[in-house]
């Protein structure tokens, strides 16, 4: 397996498309749009799945399924909600298919023509309140803590792997709660319970913040985010979770009796990352010979590749790896001997370089004889020879420092593209040479955004969490502010 | 709560839709045909997921994700597919909505409609065999052994929860094999794999069998399934595994180098359970209190209810109960200590019957004098005392009983609902009177066995494998027959 991989600086957005593919972690359909996820790369999503269905379990959340279609008067029940979403979307229009009278084939049965057109789901809010009507009474019935598993449809016209794609699988959590202070601390909860899983599982440093109004989800209050940074210097959002106040709950009639019996309505907050952080995972730690993976969410944590002449020293290798296998999957660390004899070790060693294994074991005739493995991290691509009484605890401790590495590594990448700007024209410097973050004081008003989004292309990724006040002036219109906000070009 | 069921001898269907709703399992939502999975249901279906998984990869499968939506084009492939599925089924007609002129609303913009149709997938084989024959090229590429859970849509006129909705969830696997014979094992091998997980599992028994030629997939050379049979004497077809011979292969071209270097169509197999299993679940144990869950499968095994007046009282029962639930829960044991004190200890028994929770332990005043707990199981619905030192022991030997003891119970009732007749007059009066399986012989061609499907409503729910041979006359025609199959009407 040659790579053939383009470098990152030669052409970064060809890297991470050819990566993707290169690496199996997903492809192109024949339907416009819509991703193959293939069995590697869905391993992958697997793991992160388990982990925060884990963290969502841990915090009283259960999960649920609801429809995968909307009735299209649904959608018009939330004001601000349908002008996000009723747009690009795939719409169910008919119900039967019938032979085409001339033989050509199939065609629609133009008599099978829904009476109301079904929306595939760009996201199930509106169905959800629906269901939450009739599952709310009282006081006693709050909060319902629920997530979905589930996969949505926004009809994109230009589409990449993972980062933008008409189908897309994702978690969407929906909570209702009687007071809005709960949901308050339920929609930052949940912000935190992402940042914890990108940092500690996915090894990607993130900014915790809000959203402007314009960039808030429609429908929403507030938009808590988390803000990855990539090696390009581009943001991405890697999860958002969102206060909804009570519009969901008033555009469909979603009252509860307080505990004074009086009736209010619910307060509600919604949440969901998705197949997107699979490509914040590839471009955040990938370098230009392919995939590097965090030991945590690693499908294959360690490769063992026998180096032989002949099936002699082959079966003299597995006598003393086979044992090894057994003894790392006792502890939980996720082992693949590959002992395929179609294929070279120069081409195995390619290959899990490519899809990003953590550590690799090598072991030849001259290893055999000196009780010795050779041992190849992915990250540092550093190699050194371990003793085979040592091999357990160092592949164990190798599996944590690997993790911890290459998070430091992106989060030293990140503190050096944060960049604060007093002017304009700094600002538009460092946006187009340096790229990454910029911090800078921004008036507060939509009309500044947005000229700085048509001038740059860049926007304010979010309001920090947490950042110190601090008395400025707008780079752009010199009106007063309170605090810097963070500007980037995003995916 | 009253649980106001009505009774299985009074309306087994009334019984079936009224217990599915009361229990939480499911409901309908409202999108015609499509319902909302409750968390209580959901949380059934993830056990079953989990399990079945677990199967799955232990016999080398892998998960991947496939598009939701299906070309038009896709489906006219295989000639026989598309007879079966691509009749009823959702058509994706736009892909954009906008504002009406006459500011009504949204519509259907027009000019956004499709090229070329897009079918909601009502099952996979054609987008995944279309991909497939991008990954296969030479025997090395093979098997190919993927599963993927997902979301399907079949348009169905009337819908009942779970047993028949037009979304509905599942895993379909689909595999591709050099050889013939592969093929047909694995095929095999994964009815075996369902039967065992039913069994063992759901404590449905099933019967293993082959379809007649009429009652098979579309697409399919020979179709594998397990057939249970409920309480009201219909059978259910509890899951399926198509060995798809080379058609789908040809349709999608998809070829492989041999080892000698010629090429070759690639064999196939599918197989699906879906949520379906969660309407045999409820039908096979449910009684006229409510559900019947198999350990194994619920998602809380044992609920304790403290009986107390006072909050002094519930608080020694607390000091007590509390150390067992941690003792319980470190040993695998889901429990829930129900101490709300919004709702009686009669109305949770109630609720807790009717959720089919297979022990319950209820401790008040006495017991705590006495040291001990009222053990209550679901299944038989007794009751007995059992000191607080044997409690922990008795609960785990509990599990395991009610488990075995369901699993009899329905065998039992299978046992007696199988009965041979050799004459269609027998015939007609089993199927119409007593219900069940009918075993009998049937001369093997379509027009006798469509015969009988009209006039009595039964089909052949299978040949079951390893029958014995016996020379006898099919009891319509008279003409000779080498086999009995199985006859039921069946859900
Ligand atoms: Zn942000
Ligand atoms: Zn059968």
Redesign the pocket.
Known sequence: MGKNLTSRAEDYSKWYNELVVKSDLAENSGVRGCMVIKPYGYAIWEKMQAQLDKMFKETGHENAYFPLFIPKSYLSKEASHVEGFAKECAVVTHYRLKNAEDGSGIVVDEDAKLEEELIVRPTSETIIWDTYRRWVQSYRDLPILVNQWANVVRWEMRTRLFLRTAEFLWQEGHTAHATKEEALEEAEQMMHIYAEFAENYMGVPV?????TESERFAGAEETY???ALMQDGKAL?AGTSHFLGQNFAKAFDVKFATKEGNQEYVWATSWGVSTRLMGALVMTHGDDNGLVLPPKLAPIQVVIVPIYKGLDQLDAISEKVEPLVKELRSKGISVKYDKRDTHKPGFKFNEYELKGVPIRLAVGQRDLENGTYEVARRDTLTKETVKAEEIVEKVASLLEDIQENIYNKALDFRKKHITEVDTYEDFKKVIEEKGGFVSAHWDGTAETEDKIKEETKATI??IPLGAQKEEGKCMVTGKPSEQRV?FAKAY
Chains 1, 2 share one sequence.
């Open positions: 900014i915790k913040g809000t959203k985010c988390i803000e959002q990724r979010c963070l």
